[in-house]
């Protein structure tokens, strides 16, 4: 029903940027909240960072400052701008959306997955 599909992830060197993206596919009628979540090798996952439909944020303490998400509802993608990248930022980025669907009905999905490598 609904598709998120990820790009932007590779590898980076320490207190590089990188720029992720997803783009949502599908059945949509509309999307409220989109997010980003990461999971680290041997770690839980977390949240990074969300965003409401009407483009209210938060993020997870250690990302403020150096991560922003954004989001366009007319392409029916967020964005996750990193800054100041560091090792331990190392993981893979999964894509969240909350979606309404054209039968009305909410469904959440997830993206397969993007990975992010900072490393010298």
């Known amino acids: 029903q609904v598709q998120l599909v990820e790009s932007g992830g590779g590898l980076v060197q320490p207190g590089g940027s990188l720029k992720l993206s997803c783009a949502a596919s599908g059945s949509i009628f509309s999307i409220n909240a989109m997010a980003w979540y990461r999971r680290a090798p041997g770690k839980e996952r977390e949240l990074v960072a969300r965003i409401s439909s009407g483009g209210s944020t938060n993020y997870a303490d250690s990302m403020k400052g150096r991560f922003t998400i954004s989001r366009d509802n007319a392409k029916n993608t967020v964005y996750l701008q990193m800054d100041s990248l560091k090792p331990e930022d190392t993981a893979a980025y999964y894509c969240?959306?909350?979606?309404?669907?054209?039968?009305?009905?909410?469904?959440?999905?997830w993206g397969q997955g993007t990975q992010v490598t900072v490393s010298s």
């Open positions: 969240f959306a909350e979606v309404i669907l054209t039968s009305r009905s909410t469904v959440t999905s």
